[in-house]
């Protein structure tokens, strides 16, 4: 985790679904969030050859059908997973312009949007997805760095508990939220989470390294540098 947030300067009207489209647009059976964040595992662990198949899959889909939302949704995926974020952004936008209430639509553009370092319309997308599947972990822990890359640790605080409160073993919550903490000195509590990420994963152990002195006994006021976004999915 490098580097210090950068505000997002892109125009809201990019959260913007074309009202006409939008009012036309069909409902989505949402699947169940578990289902969903299975789906997500499964993606991270594809090749890049398999994503540049994806992606051709998907276009001869548009091609055939334009107003495909299925296909443009997987073909923004596809571009999102190989790097191409700004490529992938209008067909994430097409997608909702055809299925509006699809969370998994909202959920994988804002992720794309925080690998743009989009934040604010980032934190919009995921609310899109919490308001079509409430119970979503990694929307409410998307949303959650977002806020954090903005410097609103408190709000951020909120989303990763409740990323918590529906997954005890969720240790990137844990981490963000104890980084979250450490920027506002709340220390006890910052180093009782690192502690808590860094049983559930080695690794967060470099955070509480960096956030927390001599291994969670002896805080640190302020940290040395804000963390950057880790993607919710593999990018």
Do not use: C, H
Request: overall charge positive; glycine content about 4%; cysteine-free.
């Amino acid at each position: 985790m490098t580097g210090a947030p950068v505000p997002d300067a892109t125009k809201e009207g990019m959260d913007v679904v074309d009202n006409a489209a939008a009012a036309t647009a069909a409902p989505v059976a949402v699947p169940s969030a578990a289902v969903a964040s299975a789906e997500r595992a499964k993606e991270k662990k594809m090749t890049t050859a398999e994503y540049r198949t994806m992606l051709t899959t998907a276009e001869a889909a548009v091609k055939a059908n334009p107003k495909n939302a299925t296909a443009l949704l997987q073909r923004a995926k596809a571009k999102s997973y190989l790097k191409k974020y700004a490529e992938a952004l209008p067909d994430y936008t097409a997608a909702l312009r055809y299925e509006r209430t699809n969370p998994d639509a909202y959920y994988n553009r804002g992720v794309n949007r925080l690998m743009m370092k989009q934040y604010k319309a980032a934190a919009s997308d995921f609310s899109g997805a919490l308001k079509y599947r409430p119970d979503d972990k990694e929307s409410f822990f998307g949303r959650g760095v977002a806020k954090m890359q903005m410097y609103q640790y408190k709000p951020a605080v909120a989303d990763f508990t409740r990323a918590i409160q529906l997954d005890s073993t969720y240790a990137d919550a844990w981490e963000y939220r104890g980084i979250s903490y450490s920027s506002f000195d709340k220390l006890p509590e910052a180093r009782r989470d690192l502690e808590r990420a860094t049983k559930l994963n080695p690794e967060a152990a470099k955070s509480l390294r960096r956030y927390v002195k001599n291994e969670g006994k002896e805080p640190v006021k302020t940290p040395g540098a804000k963390p950057a976004a880790r993607p919710a999915t593999k990018r």
